[in-house]
C-alpha cells in the first residue's frame, strides 16, 4: 500500500455526474468525478474531460458504447494493452492540490523489474488507467478534509 497507513482513502465506488456552474464568468454544465471513499465520505473532482468521463461511465455504469468512440474507450476495448498495463501499475493516489488553479494531481505508480517510478497525471485519467486495470485508487486524507471543510463554510 502507497504512502502512511491512515494517510490516504481508498475509492470504493466511481461515479461520473454534472453539476450546473453559475457565476460572473460562466454559465456552464460541468462534468464531475465522485469518489465513494472507505469511510463513507465522498470526495468529487470537476471539469473532467468528456472523453474521459465518457469512458469511465461506461468502465462503471455499463452504459451502451457512444456511436464514435474516443481514444479511452478504444483502449477500453483492447485487452493486451490493459494486460501490459496492468503488469506495471501498482495504484493510483489523488495527492495534490494547486490552490492556485484549483487543479488536483495523481500520482500513478509503475514497478518493472524492481524499477518503481511515480508520475503525476490528470487525476481522471489516472483514475481511468487504475479503473482499466482493477488497481487501487486513493485519496490523500488531507484533501478530502480539506474539500469537506471547504464545503461547510459555503453553506
Known amino acids: 500500500m502507497p504512502a502512511v497507513k491512515g494517510e490516504l482513502l481508498k475509492a470504493v465506488n466511481i461515479e461520473v455526474g454534472s ?20 469511510d463513507g465520505r465522498m470526495f468529487t473532482m470537476v471539469s473532467i474531460p468528456a472523453d474521459v468521463a465518457e469512458a469511465i461511465k461506461m468502465m462503471t455504469s455499463y452504459g451502451p458504447a457512444p456511436r464514435r468512440q474516443s481514444l479511452f474507450a478504444f483502449l477500453n476495448s483492447n485487452e493486451r494493452f490493459k494486460e501490459v498495463l496492468g503488469q506495471s501499475l501498482k495504484h493510483v493516489v489523488v495527492d495534490e492540490l494547486d490552490r492556485e488553479t484549483g487543479l488536483y494531481s495523481a500520482s500513478v505508480t509503475f514497478e518493472e523489474d524492481g524499477v518503481r517510478i511515480s508520475i503525476k497525471m490528470i487525476p481522471s485519467h489516472a483514475i481511468y488507467l487504475a479503473l482499466l486495470t ?20 459555503g453553506e
Do not use: F
Not at 450546473?20 to 464568468?25: G, K, L, R, T, W
Not at 482493477?134 to 463554510?153: A, P, T, W
Open 19 to 38: 453539476r450546473y456552474v453559475s457565476s460572473e464568468y460562466m454559465d456552464a454544465l460541468v462534468l464531475e468525478l465522485k469518489l465513494e471513499l472507505e
Open 134 to 153: 482493477g488497481k487501487s485508487i486513493y485519496v490523500k486524507r488531507e484533501l478530502v478534509d480539506q474539500q469537506e471543510s471547504e464545503e461547510e463554510e
